[in-house]
């Protein structure tokens, strides 16, 4: 059984059953619960069949393809998730085809885009511009997602240093010029982050750690839950030893020197990164918009060229069939498979000859070499579902 999670599409041969198929089917399955705005009728152009050879590679061809084009529609769905952070109702308004919603794009009686894709060409030429479109699409959402991936991470990088505690965080914003003796040959300020459970150490012992630490000089400048930032003037030439001293006592000593034109630079540096975030994101936003729409289309596309395929490797000519599309609705979606099950079962004599003969007969000339594909499990009807990718 197909999945209650996807929109059927489906293709029965027209000919007099299939004739007032919508009206005898609509309220057979309004008795299972299906609205009848559920149920539309979906039009499949009658394409140059080509030979039999040609027809089955297609039918090898068109699987793969299939997987590959969801798989792009989906990764673009994806993208746009996350650049909507996950908002059901803002994902909903970019999920449009043609401005309108994947399912009223499906079920409002669904044409095939003769400006785009001429019936005159044959079916290897329609699948491979399908594919090419499909192709376009992909690269250029993964060049643009590229590089919006590269700025919104050298921003997130940018960002997190000037978050954590005062051990790890940009100091830029805590210090000012102020807290620093600036030119001298022979002094230095040194910037520490000292645990708040060793503050009383630090106190106590930062004069002594090493010769030349000018007295009283710690300053407090800044604090959070965790460290409590102390300033301490040395002579230069004592570094290394109080360095030293200072590891032993889990004393951490911040590497930071102050230069307004860096601060300045760091500053800027920021601004721009966050600027050209906001670019990117409105671009590739309404890129992904766009693509999903195209994209959304091409698979449609897609799906009923297998559905046309796969009806001539069936049911033969004439290449003339009728498509139906159904959305079924959660738990109704098992009785309405079984309607069309029942409604569509005097096709099972020409979906499976042998089913009809009960033994080989002159059809098996025509499986021949093709017996694997012709062999695989199928309904007495043609289906092919279209997941919902937005959901």
Known sequence: MPSDQSTWLIAVPQDGFSEGLIQELSPKLR???LPARNLSQLGIPSFKTGTLDSLVSLSEDLPKLDTYFTATVAKTVDTLRNLLNNDPSKLAQHTLVNEKSTDSYL??????NEGRYGVQKSLKELVDLLNKEMNSIDNAMKSKLNNYNLVKGSLTQMQRK???NLSVRSLADVVSADNFIQASEYLETLLIAVPRTLVKDWNSKYERLSAMV???????????????LFSVVLFRRAKDEFLQKCREQKFIVRDFVYSEDEIAKQRQELEMANTTEKELWTEL????RTNFSESFQVLVHLKVIRLFVESVLRYGLPSNYMGIVIKPEGKSAKKVFGVLQSQFAYLRPRSNPAVQHGKKGPADEFVGEYQNILDQDFFDFVLYEVPWIVN
Do not use: C, H, M, Y
């Open 214 to 228: 000018v007295p009283r000089t710690s300053t407090e400048i800044a604090s959070d839950d965790e460290f409590v």
């Open 162 to 164: 000037k978050t954590g």
């Open 107 to 112: 079920i409002d009686n669904w044409k095939w």
């Open 31 to 33: 008795n299972q619960k």
């Open 285 to 288: 936003l309404r890129l992904s």
